[in-house]
């Protein structure tokens, strides 16, 4: 049986002045529904493009886009990526639906929660503005807004930044998609309301059995919420596999910078967090052999210079878990520190 949502070989760039912007590149993968999938990177890795490639969000005249991204709907397979445009518009919303990096930017200043909640319900429900609001109100009240009933009829800039994600959730949960994209859902939220609209998703996950796309910078986010992962660099997929085989046992040296950058309960006290020195290529002339190569601590011990001249292919280790890199399995082992 096939996926939810299969993506294969998409790749996106941008003509500019200055030359081509290779934003994502021969991306490949799979979500199912009742599944998530946690996509980190850094900043401009690649991750919003990707997302709004599947959501058919780029302008078609100014993106040059290859590749498929299928979603398996009960109606038959469609390409979101070659299908008309109108058709795409008909799936957003519906069969799938997003979560944007800001949520202001979603929602409309000068109207309030209750109608806007009612006019995305009402795109694909027959009913009135009445039942449009019956329905928010029952959306606000399962995302956990306290006094649904009064705060559906208040607007935007009336909530806090975590009661305002609630909104975006209920918003792009309304009409009970199959897929859901969460790009950064919880970046500008502190701590323990970052747990909460977590948990809120799971929760929804559960509800709805979606296939979820979580986008994330924090790994520490993805050990609690994530089956499988994409770890993205300068545009590519250079780690791909379960979520605790990339935790405990990743097969990237930049999967295991990222993971030595952040505090993490399974390691002993007192161990010092390292950043990742230096900056990610250009996506316009990325540099020949391996794109992290610059970064890498490992690059000296690969034989011949291979990572400045060839660039690694997305291989298979071991039980579906994929890296792009050429060190060897030995090399590697020492490289996690013995594990
Ligand atoms: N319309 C566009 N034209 C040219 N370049 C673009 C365009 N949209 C995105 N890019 C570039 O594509 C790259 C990837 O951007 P993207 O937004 O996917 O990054 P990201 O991984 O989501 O980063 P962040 O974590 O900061 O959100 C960036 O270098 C960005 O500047
Ligand atoms: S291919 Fe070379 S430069 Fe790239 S991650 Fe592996 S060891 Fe480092
Ligand atoms: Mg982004």
Not at 54 to 66: A, D, E, P
Not at 98 to 109: E, G, T, V, Y
Not at 137 to 142: A, D, P, W
Request: proline residues 5%; aromatic residues 6%; hydrophobic residues 40%.
């Amino acid at each position: 049986m096939s996926a939810f949502l299969e993506v294969k070989n998409l790749t996106v760039s941008f003509p500019t002045e200055d030359g081509l912007v290779q934003a994502s590149n021969d991306i490949s993968f799979s979500v199912d529904r009742g599944e998530t999938l946690a996509v980190v990177g850094e900043s401009g890795s690649g991750k919003s493009v990707t997302s709004l490639a599947i959501m058919g969000l780029h302008n078609r005249q100014t993106t040059n886009i290859n590749g498929s991204a299928v979603l398996n709907l009960e109606s038959g397979p469609i390409d979101v990526i070659s299908a008309p445009e109108e058709q795409v518009r008909r799936l957003r919303g519906k069969a799938m639906s997003m979560i944007f990096q800001d949520p202001m930017s979603a929602l409309h200043p000068y109207y309030s929660i209750g109608d806007q909640l009612s006019e995305a319900w009402r795109l694909y429900n027959k009913g009135d503005k009445k039942a449009g609001f019956k329905r928010a109100t029952e959306m606000l009240e399962l995302v956990g807004i306290p006094d649904a009933s009064k705060r559906v009829k208040e607007f935007p800039h009336q909530f806090s930044g975590g009661m305002r994600q609630r909104v975006m959730i209920a918003m792009a949960l309304i009409n009970n998609p199959a897929l859901l994209i969460a790009d950064e859902p919880t970046t500008a939220l502190d701590v323990t309301v970052q747990s909460q609209i977590l948990q809120l998703l799971k929760d929804m996950q559960k509800e709805f059995n979606m296939a979820v796309i979580l986008i994330t910078h924090d790994l520490g986010v993805v050990a609690e919420v994530a089956d499988r992962v994409n770890v993205m660099y300068a545009g590519k997929i250079v780690e791909q596999g379960v979520a605790d085989g990339i935790y405990y046992k990743p097969d990237h040296p930049y999967t295991i910078g990222l993971l030595n950058s952040i505090p993490r309960v399974d390691q002993l006290e007192g161990k010092r967090l390292i950043a990742i020195p230096g900056q990610p290529p250009s996506l316009i002339n990325l540099p020949q052999g391996c794109s992290f190569r610059k970064r890498c601590t490992f690059a000296d011990q690969v034989a011949d210079n291979l990572c400045a001249t060839i660039a690694p292919s997305l291989d298979m280790k071991e039980n579906a878990h994929f890296s792009r890199c050429h060190l060897t399995e030995k090399q590697l082992v020492a490289a996690r520190g013995g594990k």
